[in-house]
């Protein structure tokens, strides 16, 4: 009898075995006839996405008088399997939005938005075909769609010293030298530079001229739903581009009104447009990388030397020619018509450099709501008070000399700088009760005035010169920034600075001085002498495009030839205390890379060949 039922159970435990292997192989099969069937109709399976810590997107803006508002910061984990529509709710970068102007009737800062950065953000690109991304790193440009622009690299001597010296004083620097943020007046025509404006919003973009038909932008110029720029998954918008945006050649040497009274209507310089198109990888990575697109003006341009001319494209992504390393450093220039400056930041010559003014704050009980100009927090430490009475002949007498005190008796490290407010006041900065920094210009503009609106866009074309960054170092500038980088799409740049050789003497018990040595200044990016908490001997500030500079061109010289090449598209930045910035201590911006979008570029603006 028992064996009978163990014989029973043995084959009913055999029979459910074999059911459930029956059933796991069932269902194996069912998933590979689903990705059979995805890949025959032009599916594609869901994509391994990475997480690691990133984050922005740039360079529209909105006009000034209104108030910037930056939703709050997003974070959270992204998960490892995740296809495009569950990313995009996922990504959110912060734009550089459309910069729009002063908008009647309606409430101050209701239209100027800005995006938080996300604190997780994704490095790798889902996984799917070349052609469905329009990449293709093997493709070569047949040739140039027409003859390209010729010309030298502009030099601004002031502009050079401004940014690669302390002392104020000695440059003698004029008003017009602070534009597209640190940048200057571009004397040199620059005939491939379009100014693009979006007319329902009243909203700037920037623009290069490729050929006779069409002109190269970024793009979230072409597609913002938050702008009311809305487009299909393809790409294509699904507003009215006749009605909506208007392309401006020819004006590069010319004054234009901020809000662009002077253009509209003019037949000279206005073209319209009949087509638009931004990459659909674009949309699909919810506007945070694959910022590039296109408009087809609404006739052919006639190319006049010097006045209306396409800019040559990349060959090759092959070449490299976008690419800094030890042994070959990339510069390059970017232009537009955008902000010339973004929030009340702090100069270069102060110890805190390039950074937000915190607002109001609290100094000696007293409130301040915007730059103090009474003497600054050094002019009323005691050591630096001590120093001054003793060494009237070192301490420092201009703004952007410092002395380094080494007090033995706390152990503490002094840096000694001017007695002055300086020219607009000083500031404590975002973040910091102790640093403190000179203010700069734009700071006495109060935001929602008609001042502030007016002297917050270029009225004329300003250009800057920025350094392309080794891919490692824009990694690590941008992971602690906390918004968004991918080395194979984009590049990053900024205005590179080294660290300035400054004295130390060293406070004895006794009271007296003794010169100690010759030390580098790192202001506070480096805690000890060997840097090891800062790896670059260089830091990026003060020159930068921004808001309302987005889809403008950034190019180069190679080789000292007289023809400037397109390598990148204004894309997206960020600054200081979570917030929209240009220009801001190592914030670098960021351009999407032209040559690795050359396929896509020549497959859908052929058309426009000369």
Same mark, same amino acid.
């Given at each position: 009898?028992?064996?009978?039922?163990?014989?029973?159970?043995?084959?009913?435990? %055999?029979?459910? !075995?074999?059911?459930?292997?029956?059933?796991?192989?069932?269902?194996?099969?069912?998933?590979?006839?689903?990705?059979? @069937?995805? =890949?025959?109709?032009? $599916?594609?399976?869901?994509?391994?996405?990475?997480?690691?810590?990133? $984050?922005?997107?740039?360079?529209?803006?909105?006009?000034?008088?209104?108030?910037?508002?930056?939703?709050?910061?997003?974070?959270?984990?992204?998960? @490892?399997?995740?296809?495009?529509?569950? @990313?995009?709710?996922?990504?959110?970068?912060?734009?550089?939005?459309?910069?729009?102007?002063?908008?009647?009737?309606?409430?101050?800062?209701?239209?100027?938005?800005?995006?938080?950065?996300?604190?997780? %953000?994704?490095?790798?690109?889902?996984?799917?075909?070349?052609?469905?991304?329009? !990449?293709?790193?093997?493709?070569?440009?047949?040739?140039?769609?027409?003859?390209? %622009?010729?010309?030298?690299?502009?030099?601004?001597?002031?502009?050079?010293?401004? *940014?690669?010296?302390?002392?104020? /004083? +000695?440059?003698?620097?004029?008003?017009?030298?602070?534009?597209?943020?640190?940048?200057?007046?571009?004397?040199? /025509?620059?005939?491939?530079?379009?100014?693009?404006?979006?007319?329902?919003?009243?909203?700037?973009?920037?623009?290069?001229?490729?050929?006779?038909?069409?002109?190269?932008?970024?793009?979230?110029?072409?597609?913002?739903?938050?702008?009311?720029?809305?487009?299909?998954?393809?790409?294509?918008?699904?507003?009215?581009?006749?009605?909506?945006?208007?392309?401006?050649?020819?004006?590069?040497? &010319?004054?234009?009104?901020?809000?662009?009274?002077?253009?509209?209507?003019?037949?000279?310089?206005?073209?319209?447009?009949?087509?638009?198109?931004?990459?659909?990888? !674009?949309?699909?990575?919810?506007?945070? @990388?694959?910022?590039? #697109?296109?408009?087809?003006?609404?006739?052919?341009?006639?190319?006049?030397?010097?006045?209306?001319?396409?800019?040559?494209?990349?060959? +090759?992504?092959?070449?490299k020619m976008d690419i800094s390393d030890d042994d070959k450093e990339v510069e390059v220039y970017t232009s537009g018509w955008g902000r010339v400056f973004s929030a009340?930041?702090?100069?270069?010559?102060?110890?805190?450099?390039?950074?937000?003014?915190?607002?109001p704050f609290h100094h000696r009980g007293k409130r301040f709501d915007g730059c103090s100009s009474g003497r600054n927090p050094s002019a009323q430490d005691q050591d630096?008070?001590?120093?001054?009475?003793?060494?009237?002949?070192?301490?420092?007498?201009?703004? $952007?000399?410092?002395?380094?005190?080494?007090?033995?008796?706390?152990?503490?490290?002094?840096?000694?700088?001017?007695?002055?407010?300086?020219?607009?006041?000083?500031?404590?900065?975002?973040?910091?009760?102790?640093?403190? #920094?000179?203010?700069?210009?734009?700071?006495?503009?109060?935001?929602?005035?008609?001042?502030?609106? &007016?002297?917050?866009? +270029?009225?004329?074309?300003?250009? +800057?010169?920025?350094?392309?960054?080794?891919?490692?170092?824009?990694?690590?500038?941008?992971?602690?920034?906390?918004?968004?980088?991918?080395?194979?799409?984009?590049?990053?740049?900024?205005?590179?600075? *080294?660290?300035?050789?400054?004295?130390?003497?060293? =406070?004895? =018990?006794?009271?007296?001085?003794?010169?100690?040595?010759?030390?580098?200044?790192?202001? #506070?990016?480096?805690?000890?002498?060997?840097?090891?908490?800062?790896?670059?001997?260089?830091?990026?500030?003060?020159?930068?495009?921004?808001?309302?500079?987005?889809?403008?061109?950034?190019? *180069?010289?190679?080789?000292?030839?007289?023809?400037?090449?397109?390598?990148?598209?204004?894309?997206?930045?960020?600054?200081?205390?979570?917030?929209?910035?240009?220009?801001?201590?190592? !914030?670098?911006?960021?351009?999407?890379?032209?040559?690795?979008?050359?396929?896509?570029?020549? %497959?859908?603006?052929?058309?426009? =060949?000369?």
């Amino acid at each position: 009898m028992n064996i009978t039922r163990q014989v029973l159970i043995t084959v009913i435990l %055999a029979a459910v !075995f074999f059911e459930l292997s029956d059933e796991k192989n069932r269902n194996r099969r069912r998933r590979r006839r689903r990705l059979r @069937t995805r =890949k025959k109709i032009g $599916g594609r399976p869901r994509a391994n996405v990475r997480r690691t810590i990133g $984050g922005r997107s740039r360079r529209t803006d909105i006009k000034t008088t209104v108030k910037e508002r930056s939703a709050p910061r997003r974070s959270g984990r992204t998960s @490892t399997r995740r296809s495009g529509a569950n @990313t995009r709710r996922r990504l959110r970068g912060r734009g550089r939005n459309l910069i729009r102007g002063p908008q009647r009737g309606r409430r101050p800062g209701q239209n100027r938005l800005t995006y938080a950065p996300m604190k997780h %953000a994704v490095t790798e690109l889902p996984t799917t075909s070349n052609g469905d991304m329009g !990449f293709d790193d093997d493709f070569i440009l047949p040739k140039q769609f027409c003859p390209c %622009a010729s010309g030298e690299p502009e030099y601004n001597e002031e502009w050079e010293k401004a *940014h690669s010296r302390f002392k104020r /004083s +000695a440059l003698n620097v004029g008003a017009g030298r602070d534009r597209i943020v640190g940048g200057y007046n571009a004397r040199n /025509s620059k005939p491939w530079v379009a100014r693009i404006w979006i007319n329902p919003i009243e909203a700037l973009c920037g623009g290069s001229l490729i050929n006779k038909r069409f002109v190269l932008t970024a793009g979230h110029c072409v597609c913002k739903e938050s702008q009311k720029l809305s487009c299909d998954k393809k790409g294509k918008p699904k507003y009215d581009v006749k009605t909506f945006i208007s392309i401006y050649l020819g004006v590069n040497d &010319k004054e234009v009104h901020f809000m662009n009274e002077n253009l509209k209507g003019d037949k000279n310089h206005e073209f319209g447009v009949e087509w638009g198109l931004a990459h659909p990888m !674009f949309l699909r990575m919810a506007e945070n @990388t694959n910022d590039i #697109g296109l408009f087809r003006l609404d006739k052919d341009v006639i190319i006049r030397t010097g006045s209306i001319q396409p800019i040559c494209l990349p060959t +090759a992504f092959s070449d490299k020619m976008d690419i800094s390393d030890d042994d070959k450093e990339v510069e390059v220039y970017t232009s537009g018509w955008g902000r010339v400056f973004s929030a009340c930041v702090t100069n270069e010559l102060g110890p805190l450099k390039h950074l937000k003014c915190k607002k109001p704050f609290h100094h000696r009980g007293k409130r301040f709501d915007g730059c103090s100009s009474g003497r600054n927090p050094s002019a009323q430490d005691q050591d630096c008070k001590d120093f001054y009475r003793k060494f009237k002949d070192i301490y420092p007498r201009e703004e $952007g000399e410092v002395v380094e005190i080494y007090v033995k008796a706390n152990k503490t490290v002094k840096d000694c700088y001017v007695k002055s407010a300086g020219k607009y006041g000083w500031c404590p900065g975002v973040g910091s009760s102790e640093k403190w #920094g000179w203010c700069e210009k734009s700071c006495k503009y109060e935001e929602g005035t008609p001042e502030y609106a &007016k002297n917050i866009l +270029a009225s004329r074309l300003q250009e +800057a010169k920025v350094t392309i960054l080794p891919l490692s170092h824009c990694k690590y500038l941008i992971t602690k920034g906390k918004y968004q980088y991918w080395g194979k799409l984009d590049f990053c740049a900024g205005r590179k600075k *080294h660290f300035k050789t400054i004295q130390r003497y060293k =406070k004895l =018990k006794n009271g007296e001085y003794e010169f100690e040595k010759n030390v580098t200044n790192y202001f #506070g990016l480096s805690k000890n002498e060997k840097k090891k908490d800062y790896p670059y001997d260089y830091y990026v500030s003060g020159s930068d495009s921004c808001n309302g500079d987005s889809g403008g061109g950034a190019y *180069h010289w190679p080789n000292n030839s007289d023809t400037p090449v397109l390598l990148g598209i204004t894309s997206r930045g960020f600054g200081s205390n979570g917030q929209n910035g240009c220009g801001e201590l190592n !914030f670098p911006g960021i351009y999407t890379r032209v040559a690795k979008y050359l396929n896509w570029i020549y %497959a859908h603006s052929k058309t426009g =060949k000369c």
